[in-house]
């Protein structure tokens, strides 16, 4: 009996994207937390320019993070030349506390991270009550 020796099979780059997830890319990984009366949203978003490739907004009460990410690398050699190119776009939704302003929203970017802080207020709630008609 003869021993036959295997090659571990790799799908080409062009296919190998539909078979091993992506870790990296398509999803904004997001962190939140409360430092005393501030919740705080931290967005990784790497090798992004803030004022070109990111925007934020706020909309009845949510956070969006949108970012458009565009990389392309080339490689040239003796053996050829080889250019690849990753695009995409990236969109988070985070919902607020009731009693946060708007214009008390601050954002920074550094290193790579977008930190969102929102001061949080207290919550206005009040009660009205609703008469009931019975027949």
Same mark, same amino acid.
Request: aromatic share 6%; no cysteine.
């Given at each position: 009996m003869a021993l036959v020796r295997r090659e571990r099979f790799e799908f080409p780059d062009l296919w190998r994207r539909f078979f091993e997830p992506d870790f990296t890319g398509g999803w904004m990984r997001v962190e *939140?937390? &409360?430092d005393g009366e /501030? =919740? &705080?949203v931290r967005a990784e978003l790497p090798g992004l320019d803030p004022d070109k490739d990111v925007e934020l907004t706020i909309d009845d009460g949510v =956070?969006?993070?949108r970012a458009e990410r565009e990389e392309r690398t080339e490689h040239k050699g003796k053996e050829g030349y080889? %250019? *690849?190119f990753r695009y995409g776009s990236l969109e988070r939704n985070i919902p607020l506390p009731s009693g946060t302003k708007d214009e008390d929203v601050k954002a920074s970017y550094e290193h790579g991270i =977008?930190? /969102?802080r929102v001061p949080v207020g207290e919550a206005?709630? %009040?009660t009205t009550k609703v008469p009931i008609r019975t027949s």
């Open positions: *939140e937390y &409360v /501030v =919740l &705080v =956070l969006h993070i080889r %250019s *690849e =977008l930190e /969102v206005k709630t %009040s």
